[in-house]
């Protein structure tokens, strides 16, 4: 049985990743949740500390299905194959937690320095992309990665394609596949 904490973490990614964080109100995730406003101050101070647990747990998550997938494979084209296979999959079949990274991404990586909630979002977001970075300059090491893709410049062009890809199983494996062929020297 969840908890209460739990329960109002719950009810949050759901609003939050219907409206978004302007669209939702703190009451209507108590009535969600099933508690008292009250009682949601009691474990989040503020919507947006609330909000911010939600975003860190959201990418904690996807980091954890996705690079413990490669865990292990030492070979790279697997590697990587694997990791664009369950990042879609974690995309698709994690759809409350991908629509609140979808819905809110713009606005964090747009935000104003003087923000520091959304300065701590976005930096928890760019340590996110930092590690498909990582990822694809070990293929350029292992000179599987064309020589004159710009790792960052890949990176965030992956978070995009798939964090916004409305998969089918069919689409799925397309996108790998120019995903790969954009990336690999084979190309």
Same mark, same amino acid.
């Given at each position: 049985?969840?908890? !209460? ?32 406003? @009250? ?6 101070? $503020? ?12 990418? *904690? ?34 759809? %409350?937690?991908?629509? %609140? ?8 990586? /747009?935000? /104003?320095? $003087? ?11 760019? $340590? ?24 960052? @410049? ?5 978070? *995009? ?5 409305? @998969?089918?199983?069919? =689409? %799925?494996?397309?996108?790998? !596949? ?5 990336? =690999?020297?084979?190309?």
């Amino acid at each position: 049985m969840k908890n !209460t904490r739990e329960k109002i973490l719950e009810a949050a990614r759901i609003a939050f990743s219907e409206k978004g964080f302007d669209g939702v109100s703190m009451e209507e995730i108590a009535q969600r949740a099933g508690v008292r406003k @009250a009682l949601i101050y009691y474990y989040f101070p $503020s919507k947006e500390v609330l909000f911010e647990e939600v975003w860190n747990s959201a990418l *904690e998550e996807l980091e954890n299905h996705i690079f413990k997938e490669i865990e292990g494979e030492n070979y790279y084209i697997r590697k990587i194959k694997r990791f664009l296979r369950a990042y879609i999959d974690f995309v698709t079949s994690k759809k %409350v937690i991908s629509k %609140v990274i979808q819905k809110e991404k713009a606005s964090i990586l /747009d935000a /104003d320095q $003087s923000d520091s909630l959304k300065s701590r979002l976005k930096e928890r977001y760019n $340590s996110f992309v930092e590690k498909v970075v990582k990822l694809i300059e070990e293929g350029k090491q292992n000179q599987v990665i064309h020589p004159d893709v710009d790792p960052k @410049a890949a990176a965030q062009i992956i978070a *995009e394609v798939v964090n916004n890809f409305n @998969a089918t199983p069919e =689409t %799925v494996s397309s996108l790998q !596949t120019i995903i790969l062929r954009g990336l =690999t020297k084979e190309a």
